[in-house]
Nanobody, 124 residues
Framework: QVQLVESGGGSVQTGGSLTLSCVAS????????MAWFRQVPGKEREGIAR???????KYTDSVKDRFMIFKDNAKNSLYLRMENLIPADSATYYC??????????????????WGQGTQVTVSS
């Protein structure tokens, strides 16, 4: 089992950048698919970026070419670099993980470990 803690959220203006961090603790020596999700009130949690143990990344169209997911194994940390932010990116962002070498889904039900979330607000 792994515990996840996000940080790095905040308020920025349109066009700004933020980098979110997610530190893992617990059973970090096991293989995990890692991902970032976001959620706004009244809507389902949306998977936006995922990274497998081979460091192969996938993105949803809404963030592709603006966001980058990467990790630092030495720090047991996952990151989400967000650039050219727009108001539609405003949400609570969650780090998530599921057991395994590869990632197969952006569906929230496919992930078993979650952080507490960090708020990102983009103003126009």
């Amino acid at each position: 089992q792994v515990q996840l803690v996000e940080s790095g959220g905040g308020s920025v203006q349109t066009g700004g950048s933020l980098t979110l961090s997610c530190v893992a603790s617990g059973s970090t020596n096991r293989p995990y698919c890692m991902a970032w999700f976001r959620q706004v009130p009244g809507k389902e949690r949306e998977g936006i970026a995922r990274l497998d143990m081979q460091a192969s990344a996938k993105y949803t169209d809404s963030v592709k070419d603006r966001f980058m997911i990467f990790k630092d194994n030495a720090k047991n940390s996952l990151y989400l670099r967000m650039e050219n932010l727009i108001p539609a990116d405003s949400a609570t962002y969650y780090c998530a993980a599921t057991d395994g070498y590869y990632c197969y889904t952006f569906g929230a039900s496919g992930y078993h470990y979650w952080g507490q979330g960090t708020q990102v607000t983009v103003s126009s």
